[in-house]
């Protein structure tokens, strides 16, 4: 038995909005299909039989081409309210957390690099500023090029995970700014 650990640089992405967490929610909610992908992707992914199965499955829940779909949704908040529920307990700001993206980028990605399935799906964090709903939203993620490339990884792999952290800030970039209009 042996045991190898490593120190992995990440670049951490922050984006910031006076948009209440609420309506950045509702508005990323849309972007990524929850309404039609939320726990559906990950069956999909386990029990298709082949290719063309699982494209056809994932174009009729909003998957088209590399649309982003919502694998899961997590709402850090509300267990640590729950958990913490005592009078002296500090004030939780809202906090989801996310995991979203497609399966073909994920193919794409994880061809390369197999360790790229420790980071596909994207996770990312919708939060509050502050414990107030009115304070404004962060949402934060880890940059997939800063973690899956290391030195010796091929110009194709670079290039993918470039192209994931690409259309991650695009679907941001989508709800703060476009208001997520279909």
């Known amino acids: 038995m042996s045991k ?6 990440v670049r ?6 006076d948009l ?10 849309s972007v990524v299909h929850a309404s039609t ?27 088209e081409g590399f649309n982003f779909l919502l694998f899961s949704k997590f709402s850090a908040s509300t267990f640590l ?6 009078p002296d307990a500090e004030p ?11 399966p073909r980028f994920g193919e794409l990605v994880m061809r390369d690099s197999l360790l790229a399935s420790l980071y596909v799906p994207r996770r990312l964090i919708v939060m509050g500023r502050t414990a107030d709903p009115g304070s404004g939203t962060h949402i934060v993620y880890d940059e997939l090029e800063s973690i899956i490339v290391r030195e010796g990884a091929g110009a194709g792999l670079v290039k993918k995970a470039r192209l994931l952290d690409t259309k991650t800030e695009e679907v ?11």
């Open 4 to 9: 190898n650990t490593e120190t992995i640089p």
């Open 12 to 17: 951490r992405t922050t984006w910031t909005s």
């Open 20 to 29: 209440p967490v609420a309506e950045v929610v509702a508005r990323l909610d």
């Open 37 to 63: 992908s939320e726990d559906k992707v990950w069956p999909i992914l386990a029990e298709a039989k082949s290719k063309a199965e699982i494209d056809e499955q994932l174009d009729a829940i909003g998957g």
């Open 81 to 86: 309210r729950t958990y913490q529920s005592t």
């Open 92 to 102: 939780v700001p809202d906090a989801h957390v996310y995991a979203i993206g497609n």
């Open 172 to 182: 941001i970039q989508r709800v703060l700014l476009d208001g997520a209009k279909d």
